[in-house]
């Protein structure tokens, strides 16, 4: 099935990506008391991914859902710590009735999207589908033990596409996700080899399933990957060259693949603010 799939292929290639970047960065010798903590939540997506693509693969797709839900809320709680460094501390030395206050998954969601500006509650409505279909016990739990639409629950395992579809594709929107955050993480120069192939699958994977993504957003233009500054590191063209998200692995700039392409006969638009040779400004 997956073979004779490119799409599926291409979850499996971005989540094996993310895969190499938790194990990069895990290899990083630190003394860094809130690095470890984020080389430990990598570790703890890199066991994740393992187990749960060994259940989708074996047939058991509700346990490798519920292996993909702890991925989620890893997830989320490493873009929290991607947008403000200073949480990771807090999280370290929270009690469990500070942890729950403040970092319970339900806060964290609703710290990113109000960070974020989202009204829309699509981490939730992301949580909520993985709780329903193979967290809890539901009614509709069943769902993912049918290896056909309308047809009784099953015992053991069985491999139908559909499922598998739906299963490879939540592993890859969640590896997009978990490889976007550890990468934010990186210390200048390290791991370059893994970020750059993380980079470039990435790249392929929104150009894939979102190629919209970095058109009209709630009014604004907002590319997801140069963030509208209109250049990308030469190094990881998903990530902007200037910015407060900027890459820090000090490569070079380069023209935002998406939404700034040039050629011979059109050059790309210049950063704000860069000087020519003739002395003007953008």
Not at 64 to 73: N, P
Not at 141 to 153: N, Y
Not at 183 to 205: C, I, T, Y
Not at 255 to 280: A, I, V, W, Y
Request: glycine content about 10%; hydrophobic content about 40%.
């Amino acid at each position: 099935m997956i073979a004779g799939d490119p799409r599926l292929q291409l979850h499996l290639a971005v989540t094996e990506a993310a895969m190499e970047l938790a194990d990069a960065l895990r290899q990083f010798a630190t003394s860094d008391e809130d690095l470890k903590v984020v080389q430990m939540l990598g570790m703890r997506t890199f066991n994740a991914f393992a187990a749960g693509l060994k259940l989708m693969l074996s047939g058991y797709h509700q346990n490798s859902a519920l292996v993909l839900r702890d991925v989620l809320e890893t997830a989320f709680l490493l873009d929290l710590f991607r947008g403000d460094c200073s949480l990771i501390e807090r999280w370290r030395f929270a009690d469990k009735k500070a942890r729950m206050k403040d970092f319970s998954p339900v806060k964290v969601r609703g710290a990113l999207d109000a960070r974020d500006g989202n009204a829309s509650k699509k981490r939730f409505e992301m949580y909520e589908m993985f709780s329903e279909l193979a967290g809890h016990p539901t009614m509709n739990s069943h769902l993912m033990m049918r290896p056909e639409k309308g047809g009784d629950a099953v015992i053991g395992p069985f491999m139908e596409f559909t499922t598998l579809q739906a299963g490879l594709s939540e592993m890859g929107r969640l590896a997009a996700q978990v490889g976007e955050s550890l990468d934010a993480f990186f210390p200048p120069g390290w791991g370059l080899p893994s970020r750059v192939v993380f980079s470039r699958l990435k790249l392929n994977w929104f150009s894939t399933f979102y190629p919209n993504a970095g058109s009209q957003h709630n009014g604004r233009m907002k590319c997801l990957c140069c963030e509208d500054t209109g250049w990308v590191c030469e190094n990881h063209p998903d990530q902007p060259f200037t910015g407060s998200h900027a890459c820090t692995c000090g490569g070079a700039g380069a023209p935002c693949p998406r939404c700034n392409p040039s050629s011979g006969d059109e050059p790309p638009r210049l950063p704000k603010g860069f000087e020519p040779d003739d002395g003007t400004t953008t």
